[in-house]
Nanobody
């Protein structure tokens, strides 16, 4: 499956941003999708995941209550709505396609990765 993330940019602390990820090449609704991020000098970390149907989601504690993952299977697109952004949210954000149907937090459960989109939160 091919994934392309977009929507990153520069935003001030407390602001909002919505990332989108368009997918192609595999039955979109069958597989879970997720978002990860990697800040400079840090390892990639899990942010959010959503099941194939969209009925189940998982979030990292660091973004719970501020970020919302959703998907539109008719448009083969997954979204990440980010609110109350903090400077520590600055990172390259990657969307990923999972091997299975269930929302998962493990990077090893994902086999397809987009190219990443940069989100910069300024104070």
């Amino acid at each position: 499956v091919q994934l392309q993330a977009f929507g990153g940019g520069l935003v001030q602390t407390g602001g909002s941003l919505r990332l989108s990820c368009a997918a192609s090449g595999r039955t979109f609704s069958t597989y879970a999708k997720g978002w990860f991020r990697q800040a400079p000098g840090k390892e990639r970390e899990f942010i959010a995941a959503i099941s194939g149907s969209g009925g189940s989601t998982s979030y990292a504690d660091s973004v719970k209550g501020r970020f919302t993952i959703s998907r539109d299977n008719a448009k083969n697109t997954v979204y990440l709505q980010m609110s109350s952004l903090k400077t520590e949210d600055t990172a390259v954000y990657y969307c990923a396609g999972a091997l299975g149907y269930r929302a998962t937090m493990k990077a090893s459960d994902f086999d397809s990765w987009g190219q990443g989109t940069l989100v910069t939160v300024s104070s």
